[in-house]
């Protein structure tokens, strides 16, 4: 299944895809997994995600964060320079707003 | 200078005010710039391909373009071979930049409400389009730019023009197949055939029946003019009635006139509301159609007594009908049975129609005591049942509103 990565707006700014990717309410970007290649293969996704403190969304969650009813937060970067200093640290979670 | 030498150097120019002997020569010249070449091209910006695929058991299309969209940068550039321009991206001098969208044959304009789409309309990415829509599996779009270039040494326009197609693959494991059960043309004998057909519509998902839930069957029969529309929208539907769940047509042949052709689509929905579903080109469909026809009968066969008696008024003689499956039970359901009598004469006999059916009571009153009579019978199809209609071409119906309906 395809997957969908939301990502800090320093990842997509470092990509150079703030023009063409849709924001999300809560700031951030909603990449493509494609766009994830500059970082590695896909085959290594998870620890990617993991480096640049992003994200895998399915289709159906990235389409409730695009609409607000999903907000998850985002991990803290393990590569230092990816580190948003707009953000807070913060343990993942995942929170489901009441329709 | 003679006026032939004025012909043969048309370039050069004289003065009059000057006398032939303090002539001063003069000639025109310009610049002959060198028409640009002109080099263009769309290319994807990012790594969303410009190809969807469709997953319909799951509703999905990957990528979905409304949650990372195509993103297309037309790229167009200029080599000046006088070098007077500087080589290279035009794309910041771009004017008049449109995009169109052709969708089934249909081009319209992409204006700036049309949130499906976003278009860059200066800077150094001029012309840039991203698509935030999905695309149809059945409809791929075609999207055209159009941009002028104005070239200033020559004040010549450029016009720029580059198509991009966006398709979308299906790619559903197992495509909703739609099945009636009937054939695809089905022959419709009235001597014969029960009248009334039932089509059972049918969608499937690779082995299995798809829950009644996902799918909703529309209906639809042909006009005359070849378009169709929805069973029970027309008025002359009144051969064809859909049961309430909307599985089952049924179609009365006695009344649909000489051919009926009839569609079923079906609207999917994996997610469970169909009816929120657009029937397009890509929706499952399957066709009948139904034709009513009488096959080649054999000569009818009357039985009736060489030789009546002097007193009688009336025979009643007895018809067979016979097709190719035997003897007719009831022909005049379908068939128009006429009887005539004739005087038996050298001459070519004279006919009067004198009864009609397969019960007929055909007086003796042309039969000459001498030569006899002729009795003949005629047997023709009464035709296909239609909608009764006044000189106007107005339908007539009874007092509750429903049509007449004549054979």
Redesign the interface.
Known sequence: M?R?IKATPKIAEYLG?T????KLKDGNY???Q??M?KFGPLADLASTLSKIGAVSLT?EQ??QE?DGKLTTDLPEPADSQFEDSASEPEASTTKTKEA | MTELERKRNPGRQYSDTKKDNDMIITKGLNFAFHTLALNKSITVIGSVPDTQSYDADNDTYTPDYTLTPLTLQPLAGIIDKDGVLQAGSINAKLINIRWYQTVGGIRTQITTDNTDFVITQSGDNAGRIMVKKNIDPGSPVTLELHAEYMDIRTGHLYVIQMTKLIRCTNATLYIPILSLDTADQVLYNPLRDQDVQVITASLRRGPDECPASLRLFVWEAARDDGSWHEVGQDVFDYCMSISSDGTKCTVDRSLMGDELHVRCRAKYDIGGNPSSVELSSSSPIAMATIKRRIPALDPPEIVMPYNIPPMATAVSPKLTIRDTLGIIDNPETALLILWYIATNTAATPSYTQVAEGMSPSIPTGLVDSQNGGIIAVDVEDQGAAGAMADENGDLLSDENGDLLIIK
């Open positions: 395809a969908y895809l023009g063409v990717r849709n909603l990449l493509w494609a766009d290649l289709p990235a389409k695009q």
